[in-house]
């Protein structure tokens, strides 16, 4: 697949990339806190899981979900008085009929995760630890974009970017698959918005830079998923829908894959419940 046949950026259909070496990488694209309709989870057979996260987001994952027992709603109200992109984004895609929002931990990874974890399929944390040099320069990069002058005189009318960019994103919207309401394809336009703003905060270059990494360690799980499943070792990928094109184009690249284990080695061949 070429960058110029890349999918629709909002389109709903999973998408595989199959990788020259062997074996496939289903991209399953998600919106940020919203649960998805059975008929919108994945249904394909896969061996193994990868996230763009650190495995420090598991921890994460557990203290929301103590905190939900002990406090409904809790993490959904400090969210939206954090301020910036995701607090918007939270305050409006609650405000979207038919569409379950506003979930801690995030329901679809969090879900994938336990499946996982269920019939024992090894998981890949696709984003290094801190303590990886390469890694530590990118965070580097990052928070010195974030905080240049123009950044932060620019995330003062926050706001009025917001509206701008949903205008624009709203031409974008897919019609969501059959049986689901059509107010996905708001919610859609919405979680674009929120993740082009964060996009905008730290630069092209940057975001390029980690697309890369991404896919050299994705590469890498999959060489992993291989010496179990050979050629047809199938990793399953959930990531926010509006960043699955730009992941797959960083793919299409070829980087050398990166090593990287999982953290299990067993496995099951059972579909996704």
């Known amino acids: 697949m070429s960058v110029a046949l890349l999918p629709e950026r909002l389109d709903w259909a999973d998408h595989t990339w ?26 394909i057979e896969w061996h193994g899981l990868a996230l763009l996260e650190a495995p420090d987001v598991v921890d994460m994952w557990v203290q929301e979900e103590k905190d939900e027992a002990e406090s409904p709603g809790v993490n959904l109200a400090h969210g939206l008085i954090s301020g910036g992109a995701m607090a918007i984004y939270l305050d409006e895609i609650s405000l979207v009929e038919d569409v379950t929002s506003g979930r801690f931990p995030d329901p679809e990874p969090r879900r994938l995760h ?27 990069n990052e928070a010195k974009a974030a905080s240049h002058w123009k950044k932060l005189l620019g995330m003062i009318s926050l706001g009025g970017k917001w509206r701008k960019r949903v205008k624009k994103n709203i031409f974008l919207a897919q019609k969501p698959p059959k049986g689901v309401s059509p ?20 630069g092209e270059p940057v975001v390029e830079a980690r697309d890369q990494r991404y896919a050299e360690r994705l590469r890498g799980a999959l060489a992993d998923l291989r010496i179990t499943h050979g050629s047809d070792a199938v990793l399953l990928l959930p990531l926010f829908l509006p960043h699955r094109n730009a992941v797959l184009a960083a793919l299409e690249s070829l980087p050398e894959p990166e090593e990287i284990t999982s953290n299990t080695t067993d496995t099951a061949d059972t579909e996704e419940e």
Do not use: C, K
């Open 18 to 43: 199959s990788d020259p070496d062997g074996g496939q990488i289903i991209l399953h694209g998600v919106l940020p806190t919203v649960v998805y309709p059975r008929s919108m989870r994945p249904r």
């Open 114 to 140: 336990r499946n996982a974890e269920r019939h024992q399929r090894p998981v890949y944390f696709v984003e290094p630890t801190a303590d990886d040099e390469r890694w530590s320069e990118h965070l580097t």
């Open 183 to 202: 107010n996905f394809g708001s919610a859609a336009v919405l979680s674009t918005t929120w993740w082009d703003l964060n996009e905008w905060i730290v």
